[in-house]
């Protein structure tokens, strides 16, 4: 969908001159998202990584991503992890949990603009969409602002043997967010790196105090400040274990990736 004038307002605060000319654009090339197993492996109900949080704050302290046993949503902001258990409610991380899937970067941004009207989740991507230079690099980004409305959820801690996450989210936990202020945190994976990450846009969202959020299925941003980090580089570490040996991951998975993740 086209996004025209008509439709979208907003204000640029910051944005680098691709936005007006392909030419002539510096970008900050040193950025790299890493990435610990691969999205599905979690699909296949690998829950069980080898990664301590102590060791993934030293690749990023921004990202997403879950926990052993699949106990919660991951968000991680300003160097700060946070866990989103199946109550909807924050926990502190300690650094030595772990996690089986989880993708963070050193965020810095290189341009930012400020949307000042209201635009749904579709809206949100197809804007992004519009005013990235190119499609085929990583992008991080970060949403602090109103929300009208969020949706959004989280999994609760399993026990062995472990179902497939398909079948855990058709009882996920959902939670609503009404008139509050707080983040997105997520990123835009390239599209032919479906199996590995998720394509295109995934975020979790945690409210301004903290307090509450998950993983975000939809919502109504009113007013925002959007962050966008541009990444060219990726570093993916596989799971050592036995289990994650021992899995097949040759089947197609996207279609249980758009259930579980929209």
Same mark, same amino acid.
């Given at each position: 969908?086209?996004?025209?004038?008509?439709?979208?307002?907003?204000?640029?605060?910051?944005?680098?001159?691709?936005?007006?000319?392909?030419?002539?654009?510096?970008?900050?090339?040193?950025?790299?998202?890493?990435?610990?197993?691969?999205?599905?492996?979690?699909?296949?109900?690998?829950?069980?990584?080898?990664?301590?949080?102590?060791?993934?704050?030293?690749?990023?302290?921004?990202?997403?991503?879950? =926990? $052993?046993? #699949?106990?919660? !949503?991951?968000?991680?902001?300003?160097?700060? @992890? /946070?866990? +989103? *258990?199946?109550? %909807?409610?924050?926990?502190?991380?300690?650094?030595?949990?772990?996690?089986?899937?989880?993708?963070?970067?050193?965020?810095?941004?290189?341009?930012?603009?400020?949307?000042?009207?209201?635009?749904?989740?579709?809206? =949100? $991507?197809? #804007?992004?969409? !519009?005013?990235?230079?190119?499609?085929?690099? @990583? /992008?991080? +980004? *970060?949403?602090? %602002?109103?929300?009208?409305?969020?949706?959004?959820?989280?999994?609760?801690?399993?026990?062995?043997?472990?179902?497939?996450?398909?079948?855990?989210?058709?009882?996920?936990?959902?939670?609503?967010?009404?008139?509050?202020?707080?983040?997105?945190?997520?990123?835009?994976?390239?599209?032919?790196?479906?199996?590995?990450?998720?394509?295109?846009?995934?975020?979790?969202?945690?409210?301004?105090?903290?307090?509450?959020?998950?993983?975000?299925?939809?919502?109504?941003?009113?007013?925002?400040?959007?962050?966008?980090?541009?990444?060219?580089?990726?570093?993916?570490?596989?799971?050592?274990?036995?289990?994650?040996?021992?899995?097949?991951?040759?089947?197609?998975?996207?279609?249980?990736?758009?259930?579980?993740?929209?």
């Amino acid at each position: 969908m086209h996004l025209s004038s008509k439709t979208v307002s907003f204000i640029i605060l910051s944005l680098p001159l691709f936005f007006i000319s392909c030419t002539h654009v510096k970008i900050e090339t040193n950025d790299t998202i890493f990435q610990t197993s691969t999205f599905d492996a979690l699909l296949a109900g690998n829950y069980e990584g080898t990664m301590s949080f102590e060791e993934l704050s030293k690749k990023g302290g921004f990202g997403i991503g879950t =926990f $052993n046993q #699949l106990d919660g !949503e991951m968000l991680a902001l300003d160097g700060k @992890f /946070y866990q +989103i *258990k199946a109550d %909807g409610m924050v926990y502190p991380v300690n650094p030595e949990m772990k996690t089986p899937f989880a993708v963070v970067t050193h965020f810095i941004a290189d341009t930012s603009f400020t949307l000042t009207n209201e635009l749904d989740f579709d809206q =949100f $991507n197809n #804007l992004i969409d !519009e005013i990235i230079p190119t499609k085929n690099i @990583f /992008y991080a +980004i *970060k949403v602090e %602002g109103k929300f009208k409305q969020a949706i959004t959820r989280s999994v609760p801690n399993q026990s062995q043997p472990y179902p497939p996450l398909v079948e855990i989210v058709k009882e996920q936990p959902l939670f609503e967010f009404i008139s509050e202020t707080g983040t997105m945190v997520g990123f835009r994976v390239l599209e032919y790196f479906g199996g590995v990450n998720v394509p295109a846009y995934h975020y979790h969202f945690i409210n301004h105090d903290k307090s509450r959020g998950g993983h975000l299925l939809n919502c109504m941003i009113s007013e925002a400040t959007i962050s966008i980090d541009f990444i060219h580089e990726s570093q993916i570490s596989l799971n050592n274990s036995s289990s994650f040996y021992n899995l097949n991951l040759e089947k197609d998975r996207s279609e249980e990736t758009e259930k579980v993740e929209r």
